[in-house]
């Protein structure tokens, strides 16, 4: 059964105090590992893709790097606007070619000024 | 903006009362899903559509059942709504670049009395 853990659960900063999200996952056979923002009220929204170790992406002050294991969210220098609950999901080949997503349950993450 | 509306917003009903929960799209998008967000949950796929008329069945669609008469609208009901459905739910399209992220509407929670 695929697996997404995230932690922490809660994470409070200091605005300028970078700090990482974590996503462990089990897989078998990973087509994909996303990163999504959500705010209060609102759908959640795409920020990165990665699919093979070693891959990194940036937006802003975020970076998404992958390991085999385990996927990273760094904030550099967060901002309150960077306040939101960060999802971080898993795709894989489902049976009869649906590609079968998995969402973990969140980082809540907020940045006091 | 994915141009997916979500309606309604909010919505009170009773036990044993049929819903039904609207999404539509205006980018003509083939792969359409209906999501539930819980506390403790990671979003679960309850139905998904790949066509007019085509759909199947996600993790949790016991009590659900979906409609798509046109490629713009997906229909989510629950024939008689029971208080484990209390829920937000979420609408989401597939992106159609080769990434495969979603984009998700608003959320239409739904409380059931």
């Known amino acids: 059964e695929d697996q997404v853990t995230q932690s922490p659960e809660a994470l409070r900063l200091q605005e300028g105090e970078s700090s990482s999200l974590n996503c462990s996952y089990t897989?078998?056979?990973?087509?994909?590992l996303f990163w999504y923002r959500q705010d209060p009220g609102k759908g959640p929204e795409f920020l990165f893709t990665?699919?093979?170790a070693g891959e990194e992406k940036e937006k802003e002050r975020l970076k998404a790097t992958l390991t085999k294991k385990e996927s990273f969210l760094h904030i550099t220098a967060p901002k309150p606007e960077d306040s939101a609950t960060y999802l971080c999901?898993?795709?894989?080949?489902?049976?009869?070619?649906?590609?079968?997503?998995?969402f973990g349950i969140g980082t809540k993450l907020q940045v006091i000024p | 903006d994915a141009g997916i509306t979500q309606s309604p917003r909010h919505k009170v009903t009773e036990t044993g009362t049929p819903v039904t929960l609207r999404c539509h799209q205006t980018?003509?998008?083939?792969?359409m899903y209906w999501y539930r967000q819980d506390p403790g949950h990671g979003l679960r796929l309850i139905h998904y559509?790949?066509?007019?008329?085509?759909?199947d069945k996600g993790e949790v669609s016991d009590g659900y059942s979906v409609s798509r008469s046109k490629t713009e609208d997906f229909l989510l009901t629950l024939e008689s709504a029971t208080s484990s459905q209390t829920s937000v739910y979420f609408c989401?399209?597939?992106?159609?670049?080769?990434?495969?992220?979603?984009?998700f509407g608003e959320g239409s929670r739904l409380t059931v009395l």
């Open positions: 999901a898993v795709q894989r080949l489902g049976s009869g070619g649906y590609q079968k997503v998995t």
């Open positions: 980018e003509n998008h083939r792969y």
């Open positions: 990665l699919y093979s």
């Open positions: 989401a399209i597939k992106g159609t670049g080769s990434t495969g992220e979603l984009f």
């Open positions: 559509s790949y066509g007019v008329k085509d759909t």
């Open positions: 897989v078998s056979g990973l087509r994909g």
